[in-house]
């Protein structure tokens, strides 16, 4: 697996915590000096590790809110 970097640039909210400490954040994160996306993932305490997610841009982002508004 070839190796990566990570900036998380703001914290924007934890959506839920299991009973082992992980926590589902939204985030807004630069991978690999890249402009920063949106992230949606689990996090393991201190962020040490981290679990499968989804990277979304503002227009995606927007597109999802619009989505969820409309339910």
Known sequence: MADFKYDIVEHIGVLSENPKGW??????????????????RDWAPNHEKMG????LSNEELESLKEIINNM
């Open 23 to 40: 926590t589902k954040e939204l985030n807004l994160i630069s991978w690999n000096g890249a402009k920063p996306k949106f992230d949606l």
């Open 52 to 55: 499968k997610g989804i990277t």
